[in-house]
């Protein structure tokens, strides 16, 4: 292990399970927080992502292309907006590089939170310009190439459109032609197939059981030996 030793990790993973939300320092896993032996497990692939960036390029933290690879490869989100979308709820301080708080904060949240955490999350994600409004612009450009559209139309982006006003006509609860995040969580808690209604960017139950398989693998034999 280059860049960390186990001792630091230990220590790391000490600290934040002290300071850091959805962690617990106890042996066992408690409710959707990580305990301190997987956020070991996480920091160790934390830093094994870092060494095998540093040959590319040295930086502060995990950097958008990087990270990218992770939620392509592993999480199989393949929308470009999505998922510079989902950098940009990990990067909590805008610097462009996502810190190893902000990677077991972020992981927290995408792997195991709530339905209340997931909510907040997906809107944040779907407010691209941050306003605190999911827009009919925004809507349109999010749901844009989820449509097949065919050659022949006239107006290959009528059936977005319309598409759109049927997402405002079942998620505008105040009718102010916009979606706030009290419309958001109302529409997402009376449906939950709502959570995701602007695009992919959370991995399916599938890509986390794998994840965390792999990622824990130390705890797991661990825990069975």
Not at 10 to 23: C, D, G, I, R
Not at 173 to 197: I, P
Request: hydrophobic share 35%; aromatic share 10%; charged share 30%.
């Amino acid at each position: 292990m280059s860049a960390m030793s186990k001792k630091l990790i230990q220590n790391l993973a000490e600290t934040l399970s002290k300071h850091v939300k959805h962690f617990c320092v106890k042996s066992v896993f408690c409710g959707v927080r990580f305990n301190k032996t997987e956020a070991e497990c996480l920091i160790r692939l934390y830093n094994t992502l870092l060494g095998d960036q540093a040959e590319r390029k040295v930086g502060t933290g995990l950097d958008r292309s990087t990270f990218r690879n992770i939620l392509h490869n592993t999480f199989g989100l393949t929308d470009d907006m999505m998922m510079d979308r989902v950098f940009r709820s990990f990067d909590k301080d805008n610097d462009s590089y996502i810190g190893v708080k902000e990677w077991l904060e972020g992981l927290a949240v995408f792997l195991r939170g709530t339905l209340e955490e997931k909510i907040k999350y997906c809107f944040d994600v779907y407010d691209l310009n941050g306003d605190g409004y999911i827009s009919r612009e925004e809507m349109f450009h999010m749901l844009k190439d989820s449509l097949i559209r065919q050659p022949t139309e006239e107006d290959p982006d009528e059936g977005v459109k319309d598409l759109v006003e049927i997402t405002l006509k079942k998620m505008d609860y105040d009718h102010d032609n916009r979606l706030s995040y009290a419309d958001f969580e109302k529409a997402v808690r009376d449906e939950n197939l709502l959570l995701e209604a602007f695009g992919t960017c959370l991995p399916d139950a599938k890509s986390i059981q794998a994840f965390e398989q792999h990622a824990f693998q130390d705890t797991l034999e661990h825990r069975f030996t």
